[in-house]
Each structure stands twice: as structure tokens, then as C-alpha cells.
């Protein structure tokens, strides 16, 4: 199982820490996509971090803003949101993909989802 979540209500400009915690298996052999779907909008991928965690993908619009980090030994993966902006209010989602699939910003790409949390930012 996995779990998103840290959502919340913050003032623009404001910071989040998500949590994507996993149950019942090993994260280390998976690479982790987050995602987020705002109202009346298409899910779209916003970061990747790979399994060992060396490497990290983002998304334009949050690049510089959000980053990815891991704890394997925790099994848990993190997404610090800074400089938050009402355009990010959206559900988050991460999701799971073998190691060896490498990252992508596709969710047809992730077989395997938490539950969303939701983050709300207020202008």
C-alpha cells in the first residue's frame, strides 16, 4: 500500500511536506512519480525521484520549487513544496514503477497508486 500524505491549506508562498509512505513492500526497487490533478483538469506528472534516489526529475512549472527525496531505510519518499502558488492547489498522488523502467511523467506508466492528499493554496 501507498500513502500520500501532508496535504493541507497554506497561503501563497507558503510550504508543504508531503509524504508518499509505503506498506507490505520494499521501496527501495521502485522509482517514485508524483502527480497532482487539479478540478476539471488531466492528471499530470510533476517529479520523479529513482529508487536509489540519485537522481530527480521535475516538471517546469515546479522546478526549483519542489524537490524529491527518499528515506529507503524509512520507506518513505518526500516532496518539499516551497513558494507554493494557488495553481498548484490539486489532489497529489505518488505512485511506484520498477526500478528498471526508469522514471516518466506518464501516469500510464505507474501501476501502482496511493490515495491522493489534497493541497490547497489560497491567493
Known amino acids: 500500500q501507498l500513502q500520500a500524505s501532508g496535504g493541507g491549506l497554506v497561503q501563497a508562498g507558503g510550504s508543504l511536506r508531503l509524504s508518499c509512505a509505503a506498506s507490505?513492500?520494499?521501496?527501495?526497487?521502485?522509482?517514485i512519480g508524483w502527480f497532482r490533478q487539479a478540478p476539471g483538469k488531466e492528471r499530470e506528472g510533476i517529479s520523479c525521484i529513482m529508487s536509489s534516489g540519485g537522481s530527480t526529475y521535475y516538471e517546469d512549472s515546479v522546478k526549483g520549487r519542489f524537490t524529491a527525496s527518499r528515506d529507503n531505510a524509512k520507506n518513505t519518499v518526500s516532496l518539499q513544496m516551497n513558494s507554493l502558488k494557488p495553481e498548484d492547489t490539486a489532489v497529489y498522488y505518488c505512485?511506484?514503477?520498477?526500478?528498471?523502467?526508469?522514471?516518466?511523467?506518464?501516469?500510464?506508466?505507474?501501476?501502482?497508486w496511493g490515495q491522493g492528499t489534497q493541497v490547497t493554496v489560497s491567493s
Open positions: 507490505g513492500f520494499s521501496l527501495e526497487h521502485y522509482n
Open positions: 505512485a511506484r514503477r520498477y526500478y528498471r523502467y526508469g522514471c516518466s511523467s506518464h501516469d500510464y506508466d505507474y501501476a501502482y
